[in-house]
């Protein structure tokens, strides 16, 4: 076994704290990759929180990974040792399903394998990269062109692709009003993306202290969505929204802002449901939507399109000791835009 160490959640309601443990030993299709940097999804929060009521402990999160490959297994054929390289939400599916088949392995009809918290058909439980070092099938590893910001590429593996695959899904290019909901880690690279497809983008956000930021990122119109009189003003003129929010908020109000046969798509996961009044979607014919994540083919296609068009995360960088400080402040809405964890800081 390969030994390995990072930072685990022990329970609901108890900070992270400094964890060692064990990594199977590469397998033939295995890659090896010491882990440089690390971004601070929500995700890991809810998860390791237990918000979704799912949590498996010791937990250690972390799912958007940057890193150096050390070894490959003997039948790799994508990497080998020195290259850089990236590995997101889900590291095994089953490449047999039709999802699988059809390149969409995060929708694996036999239940994608998560990058931590869960059993892998090894039967191991999965850590993810709050850690030193990841063993991950090459499926599941992606290619990283190197760049001096290799930090600000690290939150492309969750925040990028969440973002960039339901955008590309409906379709959202020049002539599209879009509305992206929530300014954080997801939220300012849905409006990267949006403004970079050419769309008309309104950002919608609880807080005044974002609205420079928000059109220093692309956003053609600042809407504060707790104002009932901005709100009115954009009422059924939507073509498109994507709503990155982590916590319950009036979805109403917003699916009311989309034209006849528009799609409201979420991807932000609260972990209590919403109540909502179908008359919003019945009255013209409005489309209620989600998604996760994107493919292994679709992820290499929007790291590529990042590279050319010199995208990646706004991002504060922390050290791995200052991660339940990072956590608190990511709940209060108050980071711009992701927290990266420099793993070189665990050495230390
Ligand atoms: P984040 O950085 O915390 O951003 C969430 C944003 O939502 C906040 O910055 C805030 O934006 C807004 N917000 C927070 N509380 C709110 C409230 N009570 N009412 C209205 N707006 C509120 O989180 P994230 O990492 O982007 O993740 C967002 C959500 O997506 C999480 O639930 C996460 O689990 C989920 N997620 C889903 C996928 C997927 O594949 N579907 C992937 C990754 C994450 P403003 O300050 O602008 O209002
Ligand atoms: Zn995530
Ligand atoms: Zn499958």
Redesign the pocket.
């Known amino acids: 076994m390969m030994q390995s160490h990072g930072y685990a959640g022990h329970s609901a309601t108890t900070p992270l704290t400094p964890f060692s443990f064990e990594r199977r030993d590469p397998k033939d299709k295995d890659v090896v990759v010491e882990i440089l940097y690390s971004g ?4 890991d ?2 998860s390791v929180r237990n918000e979704w009521k799912n949590a498996v402990y010791p937990m250690v999160p972390g799912h958007e990974i940057v890193g150096r490959v050390t070894a490959v297994g003997k039948e790799v054929s994508r990497f080998k040792a020195g290259d850089t390289v990236g590995v997101g ?1 889900i590291v095994d599916s089953c490449r047999t399903c039709p999802s699988c088949k059809n390149n969409e392995e ?1 929708y694996c009809d036999n239940g994608a394998t998560l990058t931590y918290g869960v059993k892998d058909k090894y039967g191991d439980v999965t850590y993810g990269g709050y850690s030193n070092n990841i063993v991950v099938d090459e499926h599941f590893v992606h290619s990283v062109k190197e760049t001096k910001n290799l930090a600000g590429v690290a939150p492309l593996l ?2 990028g ?2 973002t960039y695959s339901p955008l590309r899904h409906w379709k959202v290019g020049p002539g599209m009003k879009v509305g992206i ?8 690279m849905g409006l990267k993306f949006a403004h970079s497809f050419g769309a008309h983008v309104v ?5 005044e202290s ?1 609205i420079e930021d ?1 059109k220093q990122l692309g956003a053609d119109e600042v809407v504060i ?2 104002d009932p009189a901005a709100m009115r003003k954009q009422a059924s003129s939507f073509d498109f929204i994507l709503d ?6 009036n979805i109403n109000a917003l699916l009311q802002l989309l034209k006849r046969d528009a799609t409201y798509a ?5 972990d209590t449901p919403p109540t909502l009044f179908m008359g919003d979607l019945i009255f013209k014919r409005r489309n209620m939507s ?4 994107g493919g292994m083919k679709e992820t290499q296609e929007m790291l590529d399109y990042c590279a050319v068009k010199g995208i990646t995360a706004d991002i504060e960088m922390i050290r791995m000791e200052q991660i339940n400080e990072a956590f608190e402040r ?2 209060k ?1 108050d ?1 711009k ?2 927290f990266v964890i420099d793993m070189a800081s665990l050495k230390k």
């Open positions: 601070v999804c929500h995700s929060i809810h939400v995060q969750c925040s692709i969440t909901v929530g300014l954080g880690g997801l939220g300012h950002q919608f956000t609880t807080s974002k928000a969505s707790k990155t929010v982590s916590a319950p908020h979420q991807v932000g996961l609260p989600g998604s996760i994540i990511v709940v809405a980071v835009y992701r």
